[in-house]
């Protein structure tokens, strides 16, 4: 940014020196025109610097939603590494009752 300003100060240095210089040099057409270039300069210049501070913000932003993501997705992966763990155990059961079965099942599941 620092480079583009400096293209920006050359053009605008160059036309604030013709018009001081105008009195001494310079037709009517170029005390026309060289105003208005200059402030059209410096208006697309402003411009661009505010579309520069938007993409900024909007990076930083994106990268902010992305470390966001990037801990979810670690703490759903914590997640998935306990629930196979939970899977990997084998059930046992004391007796082949149906009231068993659903009390080991309800234990499993928390």
Not at 36 to 42: A, G, I, L, N
Not at 71 to 92: D, N, V
Request: proline share 3%; charged share 30%; glycine share 4%.
């Amino acid at each position: 940014m620092i480079l583009k300003q400096r293209k920006y100060n050359c053009p605008v240095a160059t036309g604030d020196e013709l018009v001081l210089s105008w009195d001494q040099y310079g037709d009517v057409t170029a005390r026309q025109i060289i105003p208005s270039k200059t402030k059209e300069v410096q208006m697309k210049w402003e411009r661009l610097q505010g579309l520069a501070e938007f993409r900024a913000a909007k990076l930083n932003n994106i990268l902010d939603t992305m470390t966001q993501l990037e801990k979810s997705i670690f703490e759903i992966r914590a997640w998935l590494t306990q629930i196979e763990g939970q899977l990997g155990r084998p059930l046992i059961s004391e007796a082949f009752l149906k009231e068993s079965f659903n009390h080991k099942m309800q234990e499993h599941d928390k």
